[in-house]
């Protein structure tokens, strides 16, 4: 897992895709990111934090996310004690429902996901210091939390 939160240059550049999603300009990133609007479960504060899609489901409108940080995510803690208000896919704003992805149905997500983006799925891997064989995805996805919003 991550060792540190990053800052100054990087923790901006890391951060502009919101500022993106915002104005209504979310449609450059396609449909491999969305961004969630969701409170603080300490503060009440509206966040916005963008997220890669590791798997959309055509047939019921559902976008995969994974807690690259593990349930210590910020974005994570928030969304287990109050679901988000709002999810930006492309430039259009929606209001979603979120589920908690168990983990079993999480591992045939990443798998799908590693066939699909190998590079990318190598990231996250060599990222969080996980193995990529059979066994390595699922005690990765028993400490990198899955959640998947979609319509209500």
């Known amino acids: 897992m991550f060792k540190r939160r990053p800052g100054g240059l990087r923790k901006w550049l890391l ?34 934090t963008p997220l890669e899609v590791v798997y959309r489901d055509k047939e019921t409108s559902e976008y995969f996310v994974i807690s690259a940080r ?3 995510a910020d974005w994570y803690r928030n969304v287990e004690k109050y679901p ?13 429902r979120q589920r908690m992805v168990p983990v079993d149905e999480a591992v045939v997500v990443i798998k799908d996901y590693q066939r699909r983006h190998p590079k990318s799925a190598a990231a996250l891997a060599q990222l969080t210091g996980i193995s990529v064989d059979s066994t390595g995805w699922r005690a990765a996805m028993e400490q990198l939390p899955m959640v998947a919003f979609g319509p209500r």
């Open 15 to 48: 951060g502009a895709p919101k500022y993106l999603f915002q104005a209504r300009l979310g449609f450059v990133f396609g449909k491999r990111f969305i961004c969630i609007v969701h409170e603080g479960r300490n503060t009440g504060k509206t966040y916005l």
């Open 70 to 72: 593990g349930a210590r």
């Open 84 to 96: 988000v208000s709002a999810v930006y896919i492309g430039s259009r704003k929606r209001k979603m």
